[in-house]
């Protein structure tokens, strides 16, 4: 079963943010996930409007908290978390309808 990583957060430093999308990649291919959604101009219809929203395909919830928890992932996180405000980032797994 599918799990995803929801993400948003709002760039404060540019600059400082530049490394992260070209050091997260490896990492994200490492633990199978893949990059579904990735923009900063999306539609708010609810809440308040972040500049990037994110959403990544992992082939589990393992893999996805995997991914999350790699200390090699730790360096790179500390970029987003440094260079970014109001982040918000959950793992939901995939919708299965129940039995009719």
């Known amino acids: 079963m599918y799990a995803y990583c929801i ?18 990649m490896p990492l994200l291919e490492k633990h199978g996930g893949e990059v579904i959604v990735a923009d900063r101009d ?20 393992a893999a996805a908290l995997g991914f999350y928890n790699d200390p090699a992932y730790e360096p790179v996180k500390s970029i987003r ?10 793992v939901a797994r995939e919708f299965v309808p129940p039995d009719a």
């Open 7 to 24: 993400v948003s957060y709002d760039i404060d430093n540019p600059t400082d943010f530049a490394p992260y999308v070209p050091a997260v």
């Open 81 to 90: 978390l440094s260079s970014c405000s109001n982040t918000n980032l959950a």
């Open 42 to 61: 999306a539609q708010v219809l609810e809440g308040e409007k972040r500049q990037v929203y994110v959403v990544l395909r992992f082939p589990s919830e």
